[in-house]
């Protein structure tokens, strides 16, 4: 993974030609990965993005509402990575399967940090109205039925809870790499994935037998 930005590369990034409710937004995704969207307050987000309160309040009505634009675009960064596995294994789904694990397993900064984003965020905001909270929930879903649909066209057996067993086991490595670096259990992400894998194809076999 990448060195943490400072506020100063944060606000450098944010500068230049891009307009006001886009230099939020990219100051806003650093330092909520940063330091959770609990952590930091609309005053830093207008700092580092080269701007004020009121301009900030002007593009979004309340911090909240921040956070879910936010949390949205990181939905989308992980629609896109299945959208890309898709694109680059078309007509097989177990290859796009075992890609995103590796693409995990490597640790890949887009990837990692929009997972752990997305779940950071769900931990951390316990208002369920909360509009954030909403689009979380809504990232998830989107992802498990993704993941799930694979698990489907891939043939394997009871697919819903290998998906969700992926899932698990995804995000309990991501936590692991964040608490203990790579060298911890989270290493294991992949051998572990393709033993859970294989283990619903013998599953699979031992049925029709």
């Known amino acids: 993974m990448t060195a ?9 990034s944010a500068a230049g030609a891009l307009p006001p ?3 939020i937004l990219v100051a806003a995704r650093e330092l909520f990965y940063r330091h959770g969207v609990q952590g930091v307050g609309v005053e ?3 700092e580092a993005a080269g701007t004020n309160k009121m301009t900030l309040y002007r593009h979004f009505e309340s911090k909240d509402l921040l956070v879910a634009e936010y949390l949205r675009g990181l939905a989308c960064d992980t629609v896109r990575v299945w959208d890309d596995l898709a694109a680059l294994h078309p007509d097989d789904a177990l290859a796009q399967i075992r890609s995103w694990i590796d693409l995990v397993g490597g640790h890949g900064d887009c990837h990692d940090a929009s997972g752990c984003a997305l779940v950071n965020a769900a931990i951390q905001i316990s208002d369920p109205e909360h509009p954030g909270r909403k689009v979380v929930e809504g990232a998830v879903r989107t992802h498990r039925e993704r993941l799930t649909a694979l698990c489907c066209a891939s043939g394997l057996s009871k697919p819903e809870q290998l998906a969700d067993q992926l899932f698990l086991l995804v995000e309990g490595a991501r936590a692991s790499y964040r608490s203990v670096g790579p060298n911890g259990p989270g290493a294991g992400l992949c051998t572990l994935a393709a033993a859970l894998i294989d283990s619903h194809r013998v599953t699979d076999r031992a049925e029709a037998g």
């Open 44 to 46: 830093a987000i207008a």
């Open 4 to 12: 943490p930005h400072s506020e100063q590369s944060v606000h450098r």
């Open 21 to 23: 409710r886009q230099r």
